[in-house]
């Protein structure tokens, strides 16, 4: 349920409606727009009568939200969520380019990409350090070395690091040491690591399941936000459908879908997405052109020696060339590199 209050109704008054609603038990979430104030009522509201708030003088209609996700939830909050990452932005105008390896494989490497990619315009570096893979003998990453030398490459290029989580006892290293927690597809319903991610305050780049339905993903979502950390970043990586000739498959109407629906910022991962370098192109150009609010490409220096999915990889002069014609997009759709 939320509450639309009257434009310029007194902050004294605003609260004093607040306590009133709490006193049946829900969380009341106040958003202040520019142009009118929401109340965001999540909990049981099957006791409240609508009509008793609408007696309000300063209320203009009070409304019921039939999705399940509340907070996640546009009507909660009309104006675009923006993520703030040390000073670096994503949603907005800006586009958010994260780029670098599947997976940390030494030092060399990860600082020469994350070298290439920002001079290609990159303003976060991704990159794997603990890497869930479907077979337990493929290569698992390098862990927390991969950590120290992600740290290293941001040290050399002032890029925020993006990179994934895999178990709760990992989140006070996390919270020290990377600027954004990436839950990747297969614990995105890993319930209790949400909440505890929910507990921090460092943004969170959530990625979509592998079969998850976008309220599913939004519920996820949902439980971070619960738990009180609301900057998160959205990320459509692909679902499995019956397609096999490419490893996912990249569902571009999520993007406009999500805009619909919520108010979080949403960005697009064409390398898992479709597990070919040479798909990654063409479907980061759409991605941007349906509203996407940024690209998380993998980029490495040597794709085809990589000890993680070179297969879907593009080289560094790619990269270039792609940040070129994003900026060309962008331009036409009221964004901006």
Not at 52 to 65: D, F, L, T
Not at 247 to 276: C, E, F
Request: net charge neutral; glycine share 8%.
């Amino acid at each position: 349920m939320i509450v639309i209050l009257k434009p310029n109704t007194p902050k004294n008054e605003v609260d004093s409606l607040i306590d009133k609603i709490t006193g049946y038990g829900v969380q009341v979430n106040p958003v202040f727009g520019q142009d009118l104030i929401i109340l965001g009522l999540v909990g049981d509201t099957s006791k409240i009568d609508p009509t008793q708030i609408e007696a309000n003088h300063n209320v203009e209609k009070v409304m019921h939200v039939a999705e399940p996700f509340k907070k996640a939830n546009k009507m909660f909050h009309p104006e675009p969520t923006i993520v703030d990452v040390n000073g670096t932005r994503v949603g907005g105008k800006k586009l958010a380019l994260m780029a670098g390896p599947c997976s940390v494989e030494s030092e060399a490497q990860i600082i020469e990409v994350a070298k290439a990619v920002k001079a290609s315009g990159a303003n976060f570096l991704r990159g794997g350090a603990f890497k869930p893979r479907t077979s337990p003998y493929a290569f698992q990453g390098l862990k927390y070395k991969g950590l120290e030398l992600l740290k290293e490459a941001r040290e050399a290029t002032g890029l925020p690091i993006v990179t994934e989580i895999m178990s709760p006892f990992d989140i006070d290293t996390f919270v020290r040491d990377v600027d954004v927690i990436q839950v990747g597809a297969r614990n995105m319903q890993n319930f209790d690591l949400l909440r505890l991610l929910g507990q921090t305050r460092k943004p969170i780049l959530l990625k979509r399941g592998l079969s998850a339905t976008i309220e599913e993903w939004l519920m996820s979502a949902e439980y971070i936000m619960a738990s009180g950390n609301e900057q998160i970043i959205l990320c459509e990586r692909g679902i499995r459908t019956f397609e096999t000739y490419t490893r996912n498959t990249l569902d571009l109407s999520s993007i406009v879908a999500v805009k619909q629906l919520s108010h979080l910022p949403i960005v697009v991962d064409p390398s898992h997405a479709t597990g070919k370098w040479w798909m990654v192109e063409p479907l980061a150009r759409a991605a941007i052109a349906v509203g996407a609010d940024g690209l998380i490409i993998e980029v490495h220096n040597d794709p085809a020696h990589a000890l993680c999915d070179g297969n879907q990889s593009i080289k560094p002069n790619v990269f270039d060339d792609l940040v070129g014609q994003i900026k060309q997009i962008a331009s036409v759709v009221g964004r901006e590199v």
